[in-house]
């Protein structure tokens, strides 16, 4: 009692931590609840409990068709933007290079342009350029969108990176090629495998970019946009649910890796 009387800031940081950690989970405990819901209608009480909506889900084969298709984009951006995430990183951590600070705000410039405002002017590009819209238009999308992720992980490890250990292995007879994969590139696991995971991720919840780029192929957020057009149901639930044990389960694996990579 002295405690909270003495400190009367730790008490409102307490609770407005509470409240924030509510606000967060409590949409998504309530949104899990009525996937269970045996009734067409979302609505309280839950009289009875059924699974019938997660096997419909999974039975439901435009449901696949998407998850499919994101998958796929996801793991091409993913794999894109960390090529070109490093390559900028390891640029603007050069310190013979001139305009290193310019080099990084460009590269992360995606990263604060509101989604809109972005998905906008790729629109406007990729007519400009005669691209069509669709799956590599989406992809384009992604990428420019996961990229600044992907520069600033690696350099937050770049700049943790003794350059002993690049010097050691120039001594030993490596060129740079052979430094970089023996030596930096492994040093870089950790960040890595968190920035591609993040770029999954985005790209598997980005509506906005997809809704301006996207083709006839819809992806997993445009199914969800197009059922919720014609009315929540339970089954939009279990979709989500589905999501988002999946992106949790991901995350999970992912930092999970990242720390026994720094051990």
């Not at 960390?82 to 305009?99: F, K, Y």
């Not at 809704?211 to 059922?227: D, E, N, V």
Request: hydrophobic share 55%; charged share 10%.
């Amino acid at each position: 009692m002295r405690f909270y009387m003495k400190n009367p800031q730790n008490v409102f940081l307490t609770g407005f931590y509470w409240a924030f950690v509510a606000y967060l989970f409590v949409p998504l405990m309530l949104m899990t609840a009525m996937s269970f819901k045996d009734s067409n209608f979302i609505s309280f009480p839950i009289d009875s409990f059924t699974m019938k909506w997660y096997v419909q889900v999974v039975q439901d084969e435009q449901f696949l068709s998407a998850v499919g298709y994101s998958l796929m984009i996801a793991f091409t951006v993913t794999v894109v933007a960390t090529a070109i995430g490093v390559w900028i990183a390891l640029l603007a951590s050069n310190e013979a290079i001139w305009g290193k600070a310019i080099i990084f705000a460009l590269a992360c410039l995606p990263a604060v342009v509101p989604g809109m405002i972005q998905a906008i002017s790729m629109r406007i590009f990729i007519r400009a350029i005669d691209v069509p819209t669709g799956t590599f238009a989406i992809i384009l999308g992604h990428t420019v969108h996961a990229v600044p992720f992907v520069v600033i992980m690696a350099m937050t490890r770049l700049r943790s990176m003794p350059s002993s250990l690049i010097d050691a292995a120039r001594d030993l007879g490596a060129d740079n090629f052979i430094a970089f994969f023996r030596v930096t590139l492994p040093y870089l696991g950790p960040a890595l495998v968190g920035g591609m995971i993040f770029c999954a991720l985005t790209s598997i919840d980005d509506f906005v970019r997809t809704f301006f780029l996207g083709g006839y192929q819809t992806t997993l957020p445009m199914l969800i946009f197009a059922k919720i057009s014609g009315g929540m149901s339970p089954e939009i639930n279990a979709m989500a649910t589905l999501v988002l044990i999946f992106t949790g389960a991901v995350g999970l694996y992912a930092e999970r890796r990242v720390r026994r990579s720094r051990n």
